[in-house]
Structures are given as structure tokens and as C-alpha cells.
């Protein structure tokens, strides 16, 4: 973690970087809302009060999200998914039903499941919103990012894909070639197969793929197909990836990405499951890392939307959250976190600070120089606008 005295500076340079205004989706009903899916259940509650306990919510535009409509969340998902959402689970006859749209096993139905889903949608679709009427340049919601989702199914926690509704308005809206990077540990499949045969939107993940890892897919030669061969880039990294690894090669990819490309916006899928200390996670990341990779769009000048997704190991996701928004604002968070309501949850340090584990990193120089020499060579099949050589 980078050091400022006492105080959290994520890495970034002040003086590199005009300010940018930033919006923040919140309010408190849809945080109780977002805050019933099982497997999150408090977290959102969590990332808001440390935002708060800092005072940066006086710095952010704070977004008014809204219910997403059956019609909104049918551009992606089909119906019949939709309105198995929508049924009592106690009520419903036909198990065989919920396990054909995944609402079983990892994606158990709940009461208020559809409610939740409506709110997920609904607030990313408010960021993007803000961003399109230019309220801000960079929007974040953190209870969005749910990028497994498929357009009949659910999967690995995610009821809705509030990314794929996200980029499909973005695009409605007329920005012609949308960039989307994700950084949670596990694939974000959902998304890219969404895309994968399209040029307009570009799909770039980072995250761990190895035998029996959820969700088994995003090797290195899983790159789009048809119009969209080489537009779906997948940087798998070896078990306990540690920040220079993991900030050496997103910088390598996404400077030529951002070359050869050239977006319009950038939405980034942030999952927090990369941390060190995740109960689901591979790597050994510290928020200094991720900053430091979000530092980069921020220096694009283009739209960013910036989302949440994975993170259960919930103090740190808060952490790590916080120290996101922090960074886009500029403002230095002291390393000890104020007494706030929920205080006591980020024991027995009470810090910022995300201790990397004594785990090792598997990635060979070689092999990451493997990595992206591959990922390079795709990308290099993609023609440079005229415009933009020199």
C-alpha cells in the first residue's frame, strides 16, 4: 500500500490529473434493497458508512437511482426469465422451472428477489444516466457489477447482468465503441458472451482461470469470434498474483488496448474478490493495485463508469471501494478509519490497510511476457484509425 505519512493515497499523483466530477448512486432505500441478496447480505451497508464515515459523499453528486422497468431489463434478459424472477418461491410447483433459469444451487430464490434485481438494474442504469446528460464524468455504483448473469440464466450470485443493460444503453445513446475491463477475480463471462461477435464493444478481463475455478472459462485463446474475433481479450493470472504483477501487465495490455481501440467510455467492472484475504479469491491484491489500474482510465478523459461485482470478504471490499472513490476525488483518507456505526466490523486493526498474505505468487516472468506477447499479437489485428496514426 502506498504510504502518504499516515494517510491512504492509493498511489495516485495529484498533480498529474485535472479533477473530474464524480457521481455516486445512492440512497438509503435502495441500499436496504440491494442489501437483501443473500450472499451480500450487509455489505452495501458496510461500503456506504465507511464512504460516509470520511465525509466524501460531500465531494460526489449523488445519484437518485430508480426501479429498472420489465421493459429496460428485457433488453437483455427474455422474458420468461424475467417472470420466473417475479414468482413467490414458496409457491412455485415446477422446481424444474427455477433450475432451467439457475435459480437454484449458488442462485437460491429469495423473497424480493425480483425487487432486487429491479434496484441492481435500475442503479446502474441511473450511472449511466448521469453520465449521458454529463452530471459527471466518472459514475459509480457499487451495488452493481453483477457480471455472470445470462440472458435466460442466473449464475454465480448474479440475478441480473446490469452490465450488459448498461453498455446496450450506452450504446443507444450514441457512443460508438465502449470499452469494458473487468478486474474481479472470476471471468466475467456473462458480458463477454453478450459481445463476443461485435466490434463496437470491446471486452477485456483479468482475473484467475485454472481446473475447477468458478466459472471455468476466459482462457488466453477464448478471443470473440466472427466480427468480434479479437475484440474479447482474457488475461488469465496464476493463483496469489500479487500488485506488480497484476499492475504491470494491465498496464502493458490496456496501453495498446487503448491504442488500437480508442473507446468512447469505459465501464469497469471492479469486484473486490481479487483481494487478498477473499474467501472465494485467488490472488493477493491490495487496493493500491486496482487504484492504480483505475488511475489509468481516469487519465483517458473519456466516461467511466465504474461498478462493483464480487468481494466477500466484506471489510476489505469496503476498503477497497472507499479507497477507489477516494482516489477519484482526491481526497487523502487517513489510515485509521473514523468511529463510525459500523466500526466494530473492521477489527482488529481498524486501518485501511489490506495486508497481502505471505502466499505465493505463481506468475513466472516469462510466462506473464508469454501472456501479453499473445495478447498483444490479437490485438494487433485490429486496424488503427487513420486519423489517430502519425
Not at 135 to 145: D, L, P, Q, R
Not at 268 to 277: N, Y
Not at 328 to 353: M, R, W, Y
Amino acid at each position: 500500500m502506498a504510504d502518504n505519512g499516515d494517510e491512504q493515497s492509493c498511489g495516485h499523483d495529484e498533480s498529474r490529473r485535472e479533477t473530474r466530477t464524480v457521481g455516486l448512486v445512492y440512497s438509503e432505500s435502495h441500499m436496504k434493497t440491494c442489501d437483501t441478496m443473500p450472499r451480500i447480505e450487509g455489505r452495501c451497508r458496510l461500503v456506504h458508512g465507511l464512504i460516509q464515515a470520511y465525509g466524501l459523499n460531500e465531494k460526489l453528486v449523488l445519484i437518485t437511482p430508480q426501479q429498472a422497468s420489465l421493459k429496460e431489463m428485457s433488453a437483455f434478459h427474455c422474458r420468461a426469465y424475467l417472470e420466473a424472477m417475479q414468482e413467490d418461491p414458496d409457491e412455485v410447483e415446477d422446481q424444474s422451472e427455477e433450475n432451467m433459469f439457475g435459480l437454484d444451487y449458488d442462485c437460491p430464490s429469495f423473497e424480493g428477489m425480483y425487487n432486487y434485481a429491479e434496484a441492481v438494474a435500475g442503479g446502474t442504469l441511473a450511472a449511466v444516466s448521469a453520465l449521458c446528460e454529463r452530471a459527471c464524468s466518472i459514475a459509480c455504483h457499487w451495488e452493481g457489477g453483477w457480471h455472470h448473469s445470462h440472458r435466460d440464466q442466473a449464475s454465480g450470485f448474479c440475478y441480473v447482468n446490469d452490465i450488459v443493460l448498461a453498455i446496450l444503453k450506452l450504446r443507444d445513446e450514441g457512443f460508438q465503441k465502449v470499452l469494458y475491463v473487468d478486474v474481479d477475480v472470476h471471468h466475467g463471462d456473462g458480458v463477454e458472451g453478450a459481445f463476443s461477435n461485435t466490434r463496437e464493444v470491446m471486452t477485456v478481463s483479468f482475473h484467475h482461470h485454472s481446473p475447477g475455478f468458478f466459472p471455468g472459462t476466459g482462457a488466453v485463446d477464448e478471443c470473440g469470434g466472427g466480427k468480434g474475433r479479437f475484440y474479447s481479450l482474457n488475461v488469465p493470472l496464476g493463483e496469489g498474483t500479487r500488485d506488480e504483477t497484476f499492475v504491470r501487465v494491465f498496464s502493458r495490455v490496456m496501453a495498446e488496448v487503448k491504442h488500437r481501440f480508442q473507446p468512447d467510455v469505459v465501464v469497469c467492472q471492479s469486484g473486490a474478490d481479487c483481494m487478498a484475504g477473499d474467501p472465494l479469491g485467488a490472488f493477493n491484491l491490495t487496493p493500491a493495485a486496482i487504484c492504480e489500474c483505475l488511475k489509468q482510465f481516469v487519465s483517458w478523459d473519456v466516461p467511466l463508469l465504474v461498478l462493483g461485482g464480487g468481494g466477500y470478504n466484506f471489510p476489505n471490499t469496503a476498503r477497497c471501494w472507499l479507497q477507489i472513490t477516494s482516489m477519484f476525488v482526491k481526497q487523502q483518507c487517513p489510515e485509521e478509519i473514523p468511529e463510525h456505526s459500523n466500526f466494530a466490523k473492521f477489527g482488529p486493526d481498524f486501518t485501511l490497510h489490506v495486508m497481502p498474505s505471505n502466499r505465493k505468487d505463481t506468475n513466472e516472468s516469462k510466462e506473464t511476457d508469454k501472456l501479453i506477447s499473445t495478447i498483444l499479437g490479437y490485438l494487433s489485428n485490429i486496424m488503427v484509425p487513420e486519423e489517430s496514426e502519425e
